[in-house]
């Protein structure tokens, strides 16, 4: 583990807000355990080991019954702990696979078999290096003969450059995280954020992730910085959002969040039963369980 890597909440409390049934934490990752499962030589961070034992009890004890697990880019397109974790949660946890160009159909084909159901696009350079479009558009090429999906991870300030890039994809888009706003400014003088919730809006191949105010955040908890720009997005797009814990929580640097205080923000998010559920149980199952 990285000297200064914040290793994940060991004790956190119970939810007073009670998800509805069939929640799906729709954002998620396992990591390692290393000797097991090694991190990738090019990874640009190393993580505390994160395993599916763990995930999977985090899980229950937040009272959630499904999972949407992310390949992170500490291991790179090594998706072993991931297919490991997807066998073994009796079909209670989806996967999203970090590929290379160099992947095989029969690659694709046993990652597809183990429940994998898209491929993820990390923009963020401290975290992954760029690909050239052309790169994109293979992948996407392919992986939309299996119909699955993409997910894509930029920060606001790079939606501009990349949204000709995304138009070209002709399947499902899931925005990790919001785009990642800069929510120090006023959501009613946010050209950046009103770019986003435009595209978002007009364009039903894209699905947002409400997810990461421990990151997103400026102020720290309980994040209130982050409630009106989520729920701006739950409420113009109730039938296309996400939530997840994005535990656990890689690369934080100041704090590390109660992920029970995490599901306690659900409800200033989507604010009606109706919202929840579309927001916790159908959208997830009708993207990852159809």
């Keep these: 583990?990285?000297?200064?890597?914040?290793?994940?909440?060991?004790?956190?409390?119970?939810?007073?807000?009670?998800?509805?049934?069939?929640?799906?934490?729709?954002?998620?990752?396992?990591?390692?355990?290393g000797e097991i499962f090694p991190y990738h030589p090019t990874r640009k961070y190393t993580p505390c080991d994160a395993p599916k034992e763990t995930l999977f009890a985090r899980r229950d004890f937040l009272g959630f019954e499904r999972n949407v697990i992310v390949q992170a880019s500490c291991h790179g397109p090594d998706n072993r702990a991931l297919v490991d974790a997807l066998k073994a949660s009796n079909d209670k946890a989806k996967g999203i696979a970090v590929?290379?160009?160099?992947?095989?159909?029969?690659?694709l084909h046993e990652l597809n078999e183990a429940g994998v159901k898209g491929v993820r696009f990390n923009f963020v350079p401290r975290l992954a290096d760029e690909e050239t479009p052309e790169f994109y558009r293979a992948?996407?090429?392919?992986?939309?003969?299996?119909?699955?999906?993409?997910?894509?991870?930029?920060?606001?300030?790079?939606?501009?450059?990349?949204?000709?890039?995304?138009?070209?994809f002709d399947l499902p888009i899931v925005v990790d995280h919001l785009g990642v706003p800069d929510v120090s400014k006023p959501m009613d003088s946010n050209p950046d954020f009103d770019a986003f919730v435009k595209l978002v809006s007009e364009d039903d191949r894209f699905v947002v992730k409400v997810t990461c105010p421990e990151r997103?955040?400026?102020?720290?908890?309980?994040?209130?910085?982050?409630?009106?720009?989520?729920?701006?997005?739950?409420?113009a797009i109730p039938d296309r959002v996400l939530w997840g814990t994005d535990w656990p929580h890689p690369n934080m640097r100041t704090h590390m969040p109660d992920d029970g205080k995490l599901v306690d923000m659900i409800p200033k998010i989507a604010v009606t039963a109706e919202q929840q559920r579309k927001l916790l149980v159908d959208n997830p199952m009708r993207l990852y369980w159809r």
């Design 216 to 235: 997103i955040s400026k102020q720290g908890p309980p994040y209130d910085d982050f409630v009106p720009y989520a729920r701006r997005v739950a409420e």
């Design 99 to 107: 590929v290379d160009g160099d992947v095989t159909d029969k690659e």
């Design 139 to 168: 992948i996407v090429a392919r992986i939309r003969k299996l119909d699955w999906q993409l997910v894509v991870y930029f920060e606001a300030s790079e939606l501009a450059r990349l949204t000709p890039l995304f138009k070209t």
């Design 1 to 33: 583990m990285d000297p200064n890597y914040m290793p994940f909440h060991p004790n956190p409390s119970k939810p007073t807000f009670t998800v509805p049934a069939g929640a799906v934490d729709a954002h998620c990752h396992v990591f390692g355990p």
